[in-house]
């Protein structure tokens, strides 16, 4: 288990606690409350609650603190106005705040407002209690959005586009949010609507508190079926509409072979394309794309591929893949879009039919690439031949309780082909209790030339099942999993690292709540143990590890684990430890620090005669917001490994960034990444080189118009090492711009 994550548990801790609604003022009642309707609406988004329209609106008010008090006084008042006209929802916001001049909020790129005091506003629009809109902005109107789920339709990467505005003010501080119903997904079909509305305040310096519109028990996991309802009694327009966004990339660069001692080959790129989507309603929408565009104009972190098994893994940050892609979600992972390299065209659907959703999707791809799994490894396989690949997703939300449905991916290129077809259910019979399942069943034509070099079969079949149980109360929480999956089984479009295995995981977890005003909100153990073994049930490897961690006051965490285990490699089993401590959290209210710190014994994959080393790891991140327009970040991530013969390498990666943000639309950015690699030839059966640098710089700016549109344009660089050298030396140098723009 990869544990350099572990440092941000608390953090994603406090984002579970973030993530968790209730219901609201009106809703104690249990009645539904009638939102005001307004036939024409002139407002001003300027962060000022002035025109008559909000003298009208519905009074929400967020009495309770939520969290760390379970449903306890707050100790400020916020209030939430409301209304809505044909073709917006409208939300007002005035918080009052003891020490307004702390209040933190700065001007930053979009969704990147963790930390800051906001407010977020969550909404169930079809009413089907599984998941909600979530859309979040700071006290001066920075946005963030995502789509939440306690049943596995999240979608944290969903963009919509919406209006905010905010201002602090001598009392505290007020935002206007108009949200389009173009934007939202409900049942067009009905005359009048109820969603659930359920709306929660987070605060940003010194003792961090969650204020919610109606309490919030920390019971089961279905946390949107408690949402109070809002009737909207007057039809709302979400008609048949379009989005056009044509978008134009242009770059120079240059690049020269350092290990060849090669002169310098410049090179000139254009290129331009547009996405069209047809929205064919409130819940449905097709989207087609010529010549996509794929490029990126933030640059992946590097990962360190020494004495790894299996092959490493990437997010996705395209747009095309990230738009709806709760569609696609599934427990089991037969679908990674970032085995699709480079279409030229794209085509997609979305849509909801009452409780059926369906999605699919298919592009080309200049190559084909894809993870070849095995017993005790994986690689990355490109074939060098153009490839289709599709994708086809299915749903039935039968009860609030069950649903079933299906996943389907194919891909082929010319003598080539693998597709993957399953069906899943998921059943939550009784509070607090989830149930789900998944079998697949795959058929994979090798071409000869892969047959060749990897000593495949022409013909590949098998299947894989997934089953898996989770159950949570307020204090306790179990989940069970699962795997079985066939020698011969591939997911040539997902990511499976291993075949020819059982897989289990279990894992506890037991949490003790602090009374309000001590030093700590929350403790919490957790006790996980997974197995892995062949078809015969022989263990390959298994590993437990007792986790302890310490939610403090002022957003602080502090933690530690220990774990232990066997691994089974080239026919000899080994005992592998480990332990390790994190922390850190808000130093001043500007300021964030976390580190970790780890040592784990190790087998020495690249040279397992020599057994076990010991691999020590520590990092440490920096986040500091030095006024309202300022970002300073920064990360440093060490690692060596040792073995009976010395050191068999050493690895350093620092990552800095500084960002000023004139306003919530533009930024300038100077961002930079060095990693250092130092190996012990003599220690390794291959050659490898002894040392190896590599610096990547990129000064740019954006300006954002809105979710989909922006304006990028920067300066890039990269320097490397010449064999036998340490000295750094340029082999790369480049200058682009990208423009995209969204016409509605």
Not at 425 to 452: C, I, K, M
Not at 700 to 725: D, E, H, K, M, W
Request: glycine content about 8%.
């Amino acid at each position: 288990m990869h544990l350099k994550t572990i440092s941000l548990m608390a953090l994603l801790v406090l984002s579970a606690a973030s993530s968790t609604w209730a219901t609201q003022p009106i809703r104690m009642t249990g009645l539904f409350a009638a939102l005001p309707h307004e036939q024409q609406v002139e407002i001003t988004l300027d962060g000022k609650l002035d025109e008559p329209h909000w003298q009208r609106a519905e009074l929400m008010d967020l009495p309770f603190e939520i969290f760390p008090g379970e449903n306890t006084p707050a100790d400020r008042a916020t209030e939430a106005y409301l209304f809505y006209s044909h073709d917006a929802l409208y939300v007002g916001i005035r918080a009052s705040d003891p020490e307004p001049q702390r209040l933190r909020a700065s001007y930053r790129q979009r969704d990147e407002i963790d930390n800051q005091d906001q407010i977020r506003i969550h909404l169930d629009s079809f009413n089907e209690q599984r998941s909600a809109y979530q859309l979040r902005v700071n006290a001066i109107g920075i946005q963030a959005d995502e789509i939440i789920s306690s049943s596995g339709l999240e979608d944290p990467d969903w963009n919509g586009i919406w209006y905010s505005e905010g201002r602090i003010t001598e009392q505290g501080y007020e935002v206007e949010v108009k949200i389009p119903f173009t934007t939202l997904g409900f049942d067009n079909s009905k005359q009048a609507q109820q969603w659930g509305v359920f709306i929660t305040r987070f605060t940003g310096y010194g003792d961090f508190a969650v204020y919610g519109s109606s309490p919030w028990e920390q019971t089961g996991q279905c946390e949107e079926c408690d949402y109070p309802k809002l009737e909207l009694h007057e039809p709302i327009n979400a008609s048949s509409g379009y989005r056009v966004t044509p978008y134009v990339v242009a770059g120079r660069s240059r690049t020269r072979d350092l290990a060849q001692g090669g002169d310098w080959s410049d090179k000139t790129d254009t290129d331009a394309g547009v996405d069209l989507v047809w929205k064919l309603g409130s819940d449905s929408a097709v989207t087609v794309t010529a010549n996509p565009d794929f490029s990126q104009v933030d640059a992946d972190t590097i990962q360190f591929d020494l004495n790894e098994r299996f092959a490493l893994q990437y997010p996705e940050k395209r747009a095309f893949f990230l738009e709806d892609q709760r569609y696609f979600n599934s427990f089991f992972p037969v679908l990674y879009t970032r085995n699709i390299n480079a279409p030229d065209w794209g085509l997609k659907y979305t849509g909801r039919f009452g409780d059926h959703t369906l999605g699919s999707f298919v592009v080309d791809d200049y190559t084909t690439s894809f993870i070849l799994p095995g017993r005790d490894s994986s690689e990355l396989v490109e074939y060098a031949a153009a490839s289709t690949n599709g994708v086809l997703s299915y749903r039935n939300n039968v009860s609030d309780k069950l649903r079933f449905g299906s996943l389907s991916t194919l891909r082929k290129a010319d003598d080539y082909h693998s597709a993957a077809t399953g069906f899943n259910v998921l059943y939550r019979p009784w509070e607090g209790h989830t149930f789900a399942a998944e079998v697949y069943h795959s058929d994979t034509q090798n071409p000869e030339l892969l047959q060749q070099e990897y000593g495949l079969q022409g013909t590949q079949k098998g299947h894989a099942a997934h089953l898996y149980h989770s159950y949570q109360t307020r204090e306790l929480s179990f989940t069970n999993r699962v795997r079985n999956i066939a020698d011969g089984f591939r997911a040539d479009l997902g990511v499976l690292n291993q075949v020819g295995v059982w897989d289990s995981v279990s894992e506890t977890e037991y949490r003790i709540y602090a009374d309000r005003d001590t030093w700590w909100n929350r403790v919490e153990f957790e006790l996980e143990y997974e197995r892995v073994d062949d078809l015969d049930f022989n263990r390959l490897s298994d590993e437990a590890q007792l986790k302890v961690a310490v939610d403090a006051v002022k957003q602080r965490e502090l933690g530690m684990f220990a774990e232990t285990g066997h691994e089974l490699y080239e026919g000899v089993e080994y005992a592998l430890n480990g332990s390790g401590v994190w922390g850190g959290g808000k130093v001043l209210d500007s300021l964030h620090i976390n580190s970790f710190m780890g040592r784990f014994e190790r087998i020495n994959y690249d040279n397992p005669l020599s057994g076990t080393g010991t691999y020590s790891t520590g990092d440490v991140e920096i986040d500091w917001s030095p006024g309202a327009h300022w970002e300073v970040a920064a990360m440093i991530d060490l690692g060596r490994f040792e073995v009976d013969g010395g050191e068999l390498y050493r690895t350093r990666l620092v990552q800095a960034r500084v960002r000023y943000n004139f306003s919530a639309h533009q930024q300038l950015q100077l961002w930079a990444q060095r990693a250092e690699t130092e190996q012990n030839p003599a220690l390794y059966v291959d050659a490898v080189e002894a040392h190896s640098r590599q610096l990547l710089t990129q000064l740019r700016y954006r300006y954002q118009f809105n979710a989909y549109s922006s304006l990028v344009a920067g300066i890039t660089s990269v320097a490397g090492t010449r064999p036998a050298s340490r000295a750094l030396v340029s082999e790369q140098e480049g200058v682009f711009v990208k423009l995209s723009y969204a016409f509605e």
